[in-house]
C-alpha cells in the first residue's frame, strides 16, 4: 500500500535478554535514598550495624536463627541489596521488570525488589525467570542471561536473610557491556494499532522496502511504541514475486494490517523468509560482522506482531531499524527450514487429539533448503557454510525440540535444543562458536507435542489452532 512508510517492523535476533540493563539501572542508583524510605519494609536507618538484626528478624518469613552464621564482622548480613542482589537484578531482570515494560511489576529499587523478594526465588529457582528457551548443555549462546548457580544462591540467602538493604554506597559499578552504538539507516513503522482480542492478537503489517538498490541487513533491533502489550515481532522479507498474496490479505482486511499467525500470513508460507525475530529484553544488534541478509528491491517486509493486550495500555506504533550495506565479505540467509512435505500437506503432520508426546523428525541438507528457498542463491550449494544463529518455530502444543548436525563420518553437533518450549518466548540463538556444516552433513529437526487435552488431531498450517516445526538457522558463507 503507501509506500514509506507503513509500518513495519523487524527484528531479529535472539539473544540477548540482558545487557542494556546495567545501563538503565545504573539511574537508579541515585535514588537509592529515597527508595529506602519510601519501602514498607524498611523504615529504619541504613546504618547496617544497627538496623540488620532487627530487619532479618522483622521482616523474615524463614526466621532469623541464621542471622548469626551470616553476618560478616560488621554484622551487616552476608549478603544485601545494594552490593549483592541489586547487580543481579539489574543484569538479568530489570530490562523486562521495569515501570511500562511487559513484566507485569518492577524491580528497579530497593522497595520493590524486597517487596516481591519471596516470589523470585520459585521462578529464578525452576530457570523459568529470566526466560531463555535454549539449553546449555547443548550449546553455549552469546548474551545467554541465565542466572549462575552462584546468583541463584545469592537471591535465595538475601531472602532468607529478610531482605536486607545494606548501604546504596556498596552497589559495585555497573558492568558496562553495553553494545557500541548501530547506525540504522533504515526505519519502518507499523501502524498505530490498539490491539482488541484478548488474550492475544496476532497482526501482521505489510511495509514497502524503501531501498531502490541491492541492499544487505547487517544489523537492527527494534523498539516497540507502547512496551507493555508487544510480545514478540517476527519479521519476515517478502520478495516482489510474491508480493500479491500478501498485498490482498491486507486489502481485505479494513483495519491496519491483517490477522496472521504462524507465518506472515500468505499461501507462499512454506516459502517464508524470515529476516528475524524479536521478544523483549533483546537488546537487538549487528549481525555477525562481516555477514547479511540480501533484501531485494521491491520487496516487502511482513512484520508480525504477537499483542498481549492489557488494560489501559496505549495502541502500539513500533518502529524497526535496520542497518543496511551495499556489499557484503558474507551473504547470509535466515533460513527456516522443514519438511516441505508436511507444509505442502503431502505428508501430515499430524498430532493426535488425546495424544501426549508426538514427535515429528525431519532430516535434511542445507544446500536442498537453500535451493528450496532461493532459487537463484548465490552461495551454499554445493560448499560449507557457517551457522551462527539456531532457533526453532513451534505453536502452543509444543513441548519441546532439537536441531542438531548429524556429520557424515559420524558424530553430531547439537545447534539448539528448547527443553521447555514456550510460544511467548521463541527466539533465534546466537551461538558462541559458530558451526561449520558440509554439504554432506544432514541436519536434524525434531520437535514434541502435547495434545492430550485436544478435542481434534491438529497438522500443520498457520492459524493459531494448527502447528508447526520448523527450525531455523542463520548461514553464511565461508
Ligand atoms: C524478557 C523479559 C523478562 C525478564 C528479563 C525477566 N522477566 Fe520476570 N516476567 C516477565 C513477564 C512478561 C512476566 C509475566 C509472566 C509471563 O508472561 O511469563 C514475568 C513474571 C515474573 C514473575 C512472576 C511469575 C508468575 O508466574 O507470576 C517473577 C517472580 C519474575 N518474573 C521474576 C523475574 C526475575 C527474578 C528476573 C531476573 C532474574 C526476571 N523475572 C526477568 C518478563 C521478564
Redesign the pocket.
Known sequence: MAHTSRPVVVLFSLAS??PL?SGCSGDDGGSGASATTGDPATTTTDDPASSTGAEATGTTATGGSETEGTTTEAGEPAVVYYRDVKP??D???????RAG?????A?ENYGEASM?GE??????EAR?????GASSECNTYRYD?S?SDE?IAT?KEWVALGTPEGDPADEPPPVDDALPPIEYDVELTTALYEPTVYPDEYRCFLIDWPIVEQRYITGFTIEPGERSIV?HVIAYVIPPAEIDTYTALDDADPKPGYECYGGPGGEAVPRAQWLGAW????PGGPLPEGTGIHVEPGSKVALQVHY?PVEGADPDLSVVKLRTEAMVERPAYLLPFANPLWMLGIVNMTIPAGAKDVQHTFEVDIPATIDFLYPNADFGLDEPVEVSMAGLHMHELGTSGTLKVNRDGGGEQCLVNVPRW?F??QGIYRLEESVIVDPSDTIHLECFFDNSDGESSVAWGDGTEDEMCLGMFYVSAL
Do not use: K, Q, Y
Open positions: 535478554l540482558l540493563a543481579i537484578l543484569a538479568a531482570c530489570v530490562s523486562c521488570h515494560d511487559i513484566a507485569p511489576f524491580l516481591w516470589l523470585l526465588v520459585p521462578e529464578i523459568t525467570m529470566p526466560p531463555w542471561p542466572l546468583e537471591v510480545h521478544a523483549p529484553g533483546i498481549h514456550d511467548n518466548w
